[in-house]
Nanobody
Framework: QVQLVESGGGLVQAGDSLRLSCSAS????????TGWFRQAPGKERELVAA????????WFADSVAGRFTISRDNAKNTVYLQMNSLKPEDTADYYC?????????????????WGQGTQVTVSS
């Protein structure tokens, strides 16, 4: 079992930046591929970024490519989502998720562990 805690959300204006953090505890000696999902009111949860266990491979949804970056520091058991040039349509609850794998995980069902989420609101 691994526990995930997100932080860094908040209320910002369009064009601003935020950095979300996902801190893991528990069985962190295992290898976990990690993803950031978001869910806006009335919409399905969607994957926005993913990173492999070693950090060499990343994936981004088309809607955030070029604006968001994902990185990880395994020594600190933390994964980051840097969000730049934020838009009102980025407003959502953001969730960190982990699955036991070395490579990228790009579907919701592949993730075993989830955080409680952090809210991001972007005003126009």
């Amino acid at each position: 079992q691994v526990q995930l805690v997100e932080s860094g959300g908040g209320l910002v204006q369009a064009g601003d930046s935020l950095r979300l953090s996902c801190s893991a505890s528990g069985r962190t000696e295992r290898t976990y591929s990690t993803g950031w999902f978001r869910q806006a009111p009335g919409k399905e949860r969607e994957l926005v970024a993913a990173i492999s266990w070693g950090g060499a491979n990343t994936w981004f949804a088309d809607s955030v490519a070029g604006r968001f970056t994902i990185s990880r520091d395994n020594a600190k058991n933390t994964v980051y989502l840097q969000m730049n040039s934020l838009k009102p349509e980025d407003t959502a609850d953001y969730y960190c998720a982990a699955g036991e794998a070395y490579g990228l995980l790009t579907t919701l069902n592949e993730y075993d562990y989830w955080g409680q989420g952090t809210q991001v609101t972007v005003s126009s």
